[in-house]
């Protein structure tokens, strides 16, 4: 090796070879079906040092002995190696449309005396259910009150547990919540100066539940909305393909399929959807 490829290898406190990262790699790919490439090394690293420090041991290659026999630990790296990056109202013309094309609908059903089901099914910290409830709700809050007494349920659910932990309590900085509209930041926000929370009304609207996509899933609902956005780029093209036609089933006939502005549907599930927007699709076909 060279004397400036020498500076430049990063300086790390525990031994890293690529073996250990090929194998945490492997583990992660076999249960969550998220790639791990070599480019992702000091990403990885950097997410296990903390577990390999509080563990007692002296090197990455120990700890993956160790989380290839203890199950819990492999959940607690697995927690930390999830990427979980979200915003509210995070590509917004998702939740514009949702608003005019279903809500209407959606809202008179439950007027009606009819039963809604949402699915947010990659929620992360919270911010995505809590945008979406935000947004058709409005800022009328005792029409939301009334509609939430209604026959309508909100099911939020991520694989990790630390982010669920977050969003279920609501708790958010004022910088999180600097992208809510100012009007539904009246409405739904409560609190002073940086120690803010969604209000309870929301909070008690959405059931956030732990849920591994590729895992079994103890779902018999259809549902008349899916938001299922950004987490897809983690995954390689036949297990896109799967996740892909589980969640198609899960969706009625005429209910709105929405992805991330990155992602897309693949030829087989595509034939089920129009597409009526940006990573926004009917589904017109079961």
Not at 53 to 82: N, P
Not at 116 to 139: F, H, N
């Amino acid at each position: 090796m060279t004397g400036a490829a020498l500076s430049r290898a990063p300086i790390r406190e525990f031994g890293f070879e690529p073996a250990d990262h090929r194998a945490i790699s492997r583990m992660v790919y076999d249960e969550l079906g998220i790639l791990l490439p070599d480019g992702k090394a000091q990403l990885v690293y950097g997410r296990v040092a903390p577990r390999v420090r509080a563990c007692g041991l002296s090197s990455v290659g120990e700890y993956v002995k160790l989380i290839e026999r203890d199950a819990e630990e492999r959940a607690r790296v697995f927690d930390a190696l999830t990427t979980n990056h979200t915003s509210f109202f995070r590509e917004s013309h998702h939740f514009d449309d949702f608003c005019e094309r279903m809500w209407p609908r959606l809202a008179d059903r439950l007027n009606q005396g009819g039963r809604v089901r949402l699915w947010s099914a990659a929620c992360s910290s919270g911010e995505e259910p809590y945008t979406l409830l935000m947004a058709a709700l409005g800022t009328d809050r005792a029409a939301a009150q009334r509609l939430l007494k209604r026959d309508i349920k909100l099911l939020a659910t991520d694989v990790s547990p630390s982010v669920l932990t977050t969003a279920r309590a609501g708790r958010y900085s004022a910088q999180t919540l600097r992208t809510v509209p100012g009007a539904l930041h009246k409405t739904w926000v409560q609190g002073q100066g940086d120690n803010l929370s969604v209000d309870p009304m929301l909070r008690e609207a959405i059931s956030f539940l732990p849920l591994n996509l590729l895992g079994d899933w103890p779902i018999k609902t259809q549902f008349d909305t899916i938001f299922c956005r950004n987490v897809m780029i983690y995954f390689d093209e036949p297990t896109k393909a799967r996740l892909q036609a589980r969640l198609a089933d899960r969706l009625e006939v005429g209910g709105m399929f929405y992805i991330g502005h990155s992602e897309r549907l693949v030829a087989d599930v595509a034939k089920r959807f129009e597409c009526v927007g940006r990573t926004a699709y009917l589904k017109v076909s079961a």
